[in-house]
């Protein structure tokens, strides 16, 4: 068998590598949506509760995911949910049914549990904490990259063949790359955990507070004031871009009346700057404040859009305006994942970012509720303005944690280098 790899670089490429891949199944569906639904015989609205199914799928189980990659290691829990969820969606190829489509796209979202713990688990232990921001960075850019080319990739092969092709070949993907990552990735993170020492765990906060006797102790983390923050942050900035992400194309329509293909474009420039400035901002978080990072950047993509829609949108400022708003994201990115690695120990990080993420898929399914309704009630430039404004709300809540992170002394954490 091939030598395994172990190496900081080596693992971070995997890791990301599973990250673009987990991206590819989030968003490969909707651009499938209007076939699909003459397909079934079904309307666009009740295919897009299969997007809710995936978030719902994930709320109900990313804690236990959280706390299995802390029993067992991260590695098979990550092999395991990129076989789940690329099986799934090749199952989704197969059938011609309604139901059996919503169950599979059900199951995937049971197979997307585990990976966004195990991916941290496995990061935190490939390296140190002064590159720490610079393999999250990579880790989440690769995520953004994996939403901008998935579109054109099921709808090239759509095209070439025909939906079942586009489903099954994307699946494909990602049951190879679990066959990848379980030859070639080294189980850094069982290996972290095993050199622990049981008497340090015994006496950490985390340990004391995730051990608490039920069957999902991990929940007591939440008492922490610095993680039930970051789950609220988590909240508040998933509403933020999933509002763009799932509603830019009917905002360009409805509030501004472009052409879809403008909504698309946006969207797409938004997804490919995101990634581009996450790497910018790993580099940053290495050396500055992680919460000052958060704030400018959330505050500036909020004031972005706010000035976009009121100095008016052309079809060409509409794409320029939400490019330059995934400046603001890119950068905050790594910053917010810096700040919730350090509040875990290595035997807790798989928990602390089951628990935080569970905060992401809350936002997940909120943003199509909130948003759409907002858009019905108003039109699509009332729908940005409120986008901009869960910014906003989200950069106001990380300003308090870093009040209270700078009156209070957190034991072992140090969130930002340049504090």
Same mark, same amino acid.
Request: glycine content about 10%; charged content about 10%.
């Given at each position: 068998m091939s030598q395994q790899v172990e190496n900081e670089f080596g693992v971070t490429s995997f890791i990301s590598g599973g990250h673009f891949v987990s991206h590819l199944f989030l968003l490969a569906f909707?651009?499938?949506?209007?076939?699909? *639904?003459? =397909?079934?015989?079904?309307? #666009?609205?009740?295919? @897009? #509760?299969?997007?809710?199914?995936?978030?719902?799928?994930?709320?109900?189980?990313?804690i236990p995911a959280g706390e299995l990659v802390d029993r067992v290691g991260a590695k098979w829990p990550l092999v395991g949910a990129l076989f789940v969820t690329g099986g799934s969606v090749i199952l989704t190829g197969f059938t011609d049914s309604y139901l059996w489509f919503m169950g599979f796209v059900f199951l995937s979202g049971i197979g997307q549990v585990s990976i966004h713990p195990a991916d941290y688990a496995l990061l935190d232990a490939a390296g140190g =904490?002064?590159? =720490? @921001?610079?393999?999250?960075? +990579? /880790?989440?850019? !690769? @995520?953004? &990259? @994996?939403? !901008? %080319? %998935?579109? %054109?990739?099921?709808?090239? $092969?759509?095209? $070439?063949?025909?939906? /079942?092709?586009a489903l099954i070949a994307i699946g494909a993907i990602g049951v190879v790359y679990a066959g990848v990552l379980a030859i070639w990735l080294a189980p850094v993170h069982r290996t972290q955990l095993a050199s622990i020492d049981s008497s340090s765990k015994a006496d950490s906060d985390d340990a004391k507070e995730s051990e608490s006797g039920s069957r999902f102790g991990s929940v007591g983390l939440l008492k922490r004031p610095l993680i039930a923050g970051m789950f609220g942050f988590f909240v508040l900035n998933t509403i933020g871009i999933s509002g763009l992400e799932t509603y830019t194309t009917s905002i360009a329509a409805s509030g501004f009346g472009f052409l879809t293909s403008t909504g698309n474009t946006a969207l797409t420039a938004f997804f490919a700057v995101t990634a581009v400035f996450t790497l910018v901002g790993g580099w940053l978080a290495d050396r500055y404040n992680v919460f000052r990072l958060i704030e400018v950047g959330l505050v500036g993509s909020a004031l972005v859009l706010w000035v976009g829609i009121a100095l008016g949108l052309t079809p060409v400022s509409m794409i320029v305006v939400w490019g330059v708003a995934g400046v603001g994201i890119g950068v905050a990115l790594p910053a917010r994942d810096r700040i919730t690695n350090s509040l875990s120990s290595g035997s807790s990080t798989g928990a602390s970012f089951g628990i935080v993420y569970t905060g992401l898929t809350v936002g997940?399914?909120? +943003?199509?509720? &909130?948003?759409?309704?907002?858009? =019905?009630? !108003?039109?699509? %430039?009332?729908?940005?303005?409120? #986008?901009?404004?869960?910014?906003?709300? *989200?950069a106001a809540l990380v300003y308090v944690l870093f009040v209270y992170h700078r009156s209070h002394t957190v034991s072992g954490a140090q969130p930002s280098p340049g504090d």
């Open positions: 909707p651009p499938l949506f209007p076939l699909l *639904a003459h =397909e079934f015989h079904v309307s #666009v609205t009740s295919l @897009g #509760v299969s997007i809710s199914l995936i978030y719902l799928a994930q709320f109900l189980l990313q =904490e002064s590159t =720490e @921001g610079k393999r999250f960075s +990579a /880790h989440t850019s !690769a @995520g953004f &990259v @994996g939403f !901008a %080319v %998935v579109p %054109v990739v099921v709808s090239s $092969l759509t095209g $070439l063949y025909n939906w /079942h092709v997940g399914v909120l +943003a199509p509720v &909130v948003i759409g309704r907002i858009i =019905e009630s !108003a039109d699509g %430039v009332v729908g940005t303005a409120a #986008v901009g404004a869960s910014f906003l709300f *989200a």
